[in-house]
């Protein structure tokens, strides 16, 4: 499968090298342009880099890696009828503060959703460090195999997501629709915490939706 990152940041790289040692096309992208990426070429060999449209354009599936502040960017055009994967998190003192995340009104996905309203949004690696994301892969029934909670509204982009992380070495949770995706946003139970599956379910069941986790209490 070609799979398209926008975002060539840590979490973007990580899961390019997982993908690419499943057997999957990776081209990346980041906003300054492709003449910017030798650096990512060298370190992921086997990746290819394009603008961010070439990326949108190659990949049967994309990953947006991107700070939450720019997901207006992302071509909504070029995305039609693909499943987009969103690694997306909202930090105030980064993104600026939007008022409808505040008023916990909406999800962050929810908000990528209305941005490209003909794709299928699921949200997925957003509640990972990267620095966990190649550590933590393991093999197919793993007794210690972390699980990843997922997120979205269309059930055939979901299996599909799902069973991409199969492939690089993770279990999955679905939690639900998108608007149900606050569950493992930032500061909550399920937000960059090992679990497996049982315990991600439980995480998930114990998040409340006005109460956040101490800043930081997940880079333990």
Known sequence: MRIGII???LIGRAAAQLFIAAGHEVMLSNSRGPHTMSDVLKDIPRSQAGTIEDVAQFGEVVLVAIPLKHYRSVPANWLKGKTVMDANNYYPERDGHIVALDRFETTTSRLLSEHLPSS??????????????VRDSRPKATPDRRAMPVAGDD??????????????????????????????????????IVLDKERLKAALAAAHR???????????
């Open 7 to 9: 975002g060539a940041g």
């Open 210 to 220: 006005h109460v956040e986790l101490p800043e930081g209490s997940w880079h333990r």
């Open 155 to 192: 059930p055939v982009a979901k299996s599909l997501v799902i069973k991409l992380l199969d492939e690089i070495g993770f279990d999955a949770v679905d939690a639900g629709s998108l608007d149900e995706s606050w569950r493992f946003e930032r500061a909550k139970p399920a937000y960059c």
């Open 120 to 133: 299928s949004v699921v949200k997925v690696f957003n509640a990972i460090l990267a620095r966990d994301l």
